[in-house]
């Protein structure tokens, strides 16, 4: 074939000699070399001969390029080259999704760790209730009470609470499986994918940079309050003003002087902040005792009569808007999970700090909603200063003083709070090496990430000494339930997938010891007499067969029988992957549908029974296969009802944000995979881990004399041959 091949050029015009084949390379050798291209070397491997590429693959291309072809085929064959050298394979494609969504390899011993585990569940429940209970307590209820809800805010804080108590079980859940910082990124990455951990860890930096950033401007305007805005006139005064879009009014000094003190006393260590922390929220639950005591004695029970608009003057509407406003009131809890890595013992202090934090910030924000809209009625409050206003109308007014200074103390906590989660989060990502890998560094004597503290608390300053925070703030709500979105399905995948063996793997293909074969006793032989007694028989072994984490139940089989075939976990992860299109689908007809749509009511009416039933099909199918045992540790009930419900209620508050704010978050988003495709894929830890394949590579030599030279080198030789390869010093490699 070859021969007959070359001939055949030989007679084109103005064509060169035909090339001698050696003997080696002819076709009719029982082993064929095939020559491929990887990363710009040519690389070959030994298989079975091709006959349908025999041609191309019995001689080299070296000498097809430079003397057994004419020019133009020379140029038509480069080209061709080139073009399916660019052109991405289906092979390529697979392995760069996998990059993209491969998922964290614990450590064998997750308590290990380069921190400083001294935290107790005191510590961390202090941490979670100055998280939660900060300026929205003094503010936010009045707020909601006057222009949203009415008294009917008490009802409206019940509803956040259960809804936010979703969200902090499933953070509990992880935080105790999981003892590790990072948080929601940590969760996400453990358990769903590498690119989804690090978006939601990209968008959970920049809620935490801005949130401490508009505490920070916050207090310092509450205490410019306290001394009749001498602070601002000032500063305007000697400094200037600026009538700059997106920049503040003038320079806020106090607010980034406030965030520079923070940052020095959280570098100091754990147990600083911590007693810190301990210090404010003590003042600051002694000043809300105080406020309950006082207020209660000062309740009158006509501001919710009739004559003053009723409890409910909003109707259910009202009730509902403004629980999405006091859910964010309780996003403060998730430092707790930041925090797991500093726990003393995290299997059990974890979820009991979270579920402590969040029933006293609860029961804080419907006490103090109750009383304040006891004392006055409520279309009569000041949405600025409710509880001080209050008591200065009820003739009071040094308890206004008490006030302010609970205010500024949990306006602390809040900022303690972000400081304190933030450099963690981006440790763990640049621990994973998906983030620059300076701020995984941890001082040895303080044991906390100093460097990632002082950047980040520098940032933070700048953003509160020049930015105007008032637009950016409602961005802090979408990264927030975009976290706890992927938080809530996670802990669904994570369920349903079956545990790692703590024990050595056992090589595929090995015998087992013939002492466990001793030890298994052979099944006794029993008679039956009829066939639908052999019928039971096999039933009821079926049924006690046990069956791993993501396999279809056996009671289910004989009706999803085609299930079976799948890998355990992978109809799952479909399912769940199905249930969050269908919640985005339904919230959106909900949100969307008689506003900005318009739809007609029978397609309005059709489409929430569609979507619905999607939704509830795909929460049937998780259902109906088996999930992974309790174990030692905390556990969600009721999976996967309970993530799911979490899911729908996290994008129907998602999707009633502004555009601006899906706008800011777009581009925040296309920053975020600038980065990762720029360096994170290529630092991440789990990329080094992956096997490299051994390649081999083929280098031709032509000498003056015509002759050719094949010399196979491996790219990582071994000590020993690959396994179904011959050695290369034997002759039949050489051949």
């Not at 403004?322 to 797991?340: K, L, N, P, R």
């Not at 890998?567 to 919640?583: D, F, K, N, Q, R």
């Not at 993530?643 to 800011?664: D, E, F, G």
């Amino acid at each position: 074939m070859e021969s007959l091949r070359l001939e055949k050029t030989s007679q084109i015009p103005n064509s060169p000699p035909p090339c001698p084949l050696p003997t080696s390379l002819s076709a009719t050798s029982p082993r064929s070399l095939n020559t491929s291209r990887d990363g710009g070397s040519p690389t070959t491997s030994l298989g079975p001969p091709d006959h349908a590429a025999e041609r191309n693959q019995g001689v080299p291309n070296a000498l097809l390029g430079s003397s057994c072809l004419p020019a133009s085929h020379q140029v038509s064959q480069q080209g061709a080259c080139r073009m399916a050298r660019w052109l991405p394979r289906s092979t390529d494609l697979t392995r760069f999704c996998q990059k993209l969504n491969r998922v964290k390899t614990l450590e064998a011993d997750m308590m290990e760790t380069s921190f400083n585990r001294c935290l107790s569940t005191i510590d961390l429940t202090l941490l979670g209730i100055g998280g939660m209970v900060g300026s929205g307590l003094y503010v936010l209820t009045g707020t909601v009470a006057k222009e949203i809800a009415g008294p009917a805010v008490i009802v409206s804080f019940i509803i956040a609470g259960f809804a936010s108590l979703l969200a902090a079980l499933c953070y509990a859940e992880f935080g105790a499986r999981v003892p590790k910082t990072g948080s929601a990124y940590m969760f996400t990455y453990v358990s769903v994918g590498e690119i989804w951990a690090f978006l939601i860890g990209w968008n959970v930096l920049l809620e935490y940079m801005i949130g401490g950033a508009a505490v920070a401007r916050a207090w310092s305007g509450y205490l410019d309050s306290i001394f009749n805005h001498k602070i601002k006139n000032f500063t305007e005064t000697h400094v200037g003003a600026w009538q700059v879009p997106f920049l503040a009014h003038y320079p806020d000094f106090l607010a980034a002087a406030i965030l520079l003190v923070a940052t020095a006393f959280i570098s100091f260590g754990a147990k600083v902040s911590s007693w810190l922390n301990h210090v404010f929220s003590a003042i600051s639950m002694g000043v809300i005792l105080f406020i309950l005591i006082m207020g209660f004695v000062l309740t009158q029970p006509k501001n919710w009569s009739a004559q003053e608009g009723g409890f409910a003057p909003y109707g259910l509407s009202g009730i509902m808007a403004g629980t999405a406003t006091c859910f964010y009131a309780f996003v403060g809890f998730d430092v707790i999970a930041a925090s797991s890595e500093e726990a003393r013992n995290p299997q059990k202090a974890v979820p009991r700090a979270i579920a402590f934090s969040l029933g006293l910030a609860t029961g804080a924000y419907i006490l103090v909603s109750m009383v304040l809209t006891l004392m006055v009625p409520w279309h009569t409050l000041d949405p600025d200063s409710a509880l001080a206003d209050a008591f200065y109308r009820r003739g009071y007014s040094w308890a206004g003083f008490l006030v302010a200074a609970g205010s500024i103390c949990a306006m602390n906590t809040v900022l303690l709070s972000n400081l304190f989660s933030l450099p963690r989060i981006v440790y763990a990502m640049a621990e994973d090496g998906l983030f620059f890998q300076v701020f995984s560094r941890v001082h040895p004597r303080t044991q906390v990430p100093v460097i990632g503290i002082v950047v980040f608390g520098l940032l933070m300053a700048l953003l509160a000494l020049v930015f105007d925070l008032e637009a950016l703030v409602q961005f802090l709500s979408i990264g927030t339930l975009l976290a706890y979105t992927f938080v809530a399905a996670s802990i669904i995948v994570l369920r349903f997938q079956q545990q790692k063996v703590d024990g050595p793997a056992q090589p595929a293909g090995s015998q087992p010891n013939p002492e466990q074969r001793e030890g298994i006793a052979a099944p006794e032989l029993k008679e039956y007499e009829s066939f639908s007694d052999k019928l039971q028989l096999v039933g009821s072994d079926k049924s006690k067969e046990h069956r791993e984490p993501g396999q279809l139940k056996a009671a289910f089989e004989p009706y999803l029988e085609f299930l079976s075939d799948f890998y355990p976990g992978e109809v799952v992860t479909v399912a769940v992957v199905t249930l969050m299109v269908s919640a985005v689908c339904l919230c959106s007809i909900l949100v969307f549908g008689n506003t900005h749509l318009h739809l007609p009511t029978w397609s309005y009416s059709l489409l929430l029974v569609l979507f619905s039933l999607g939704f509830v099909l795909s929460l049937l199918l998780i259902w109906a296969h088996e999930q992974q045992r309790s174990t030692q540790t905390f556990q969600i009930p009721l999976v996967p009802l309970s993530p799911a419900l979490s899911i729908v209620l996290n994008i129907y508050l998602m999707l009633k944000l502004s555009y601006m704010t899906w706008l800011r978050f777009a581009i925040w988003l296309i920053l975020g995979l600038l980065v990762y495709f720029g360096y994170g894929i290529w630092h991440s830890k789990e990329n080094l881990r992956e096997p490299r394949p051994q390649r081999v590579s083929a280098r031709y030599v032509v000498f003056p004399s015509g002759s050719l030279e094949e010399t196979v080198q491996a790219v990582q030789p071994s000590p020993q041959p690959a396994a179904g390869l011959p050695d290369t010093d034997t002759p039949e490699a050489k051949r």
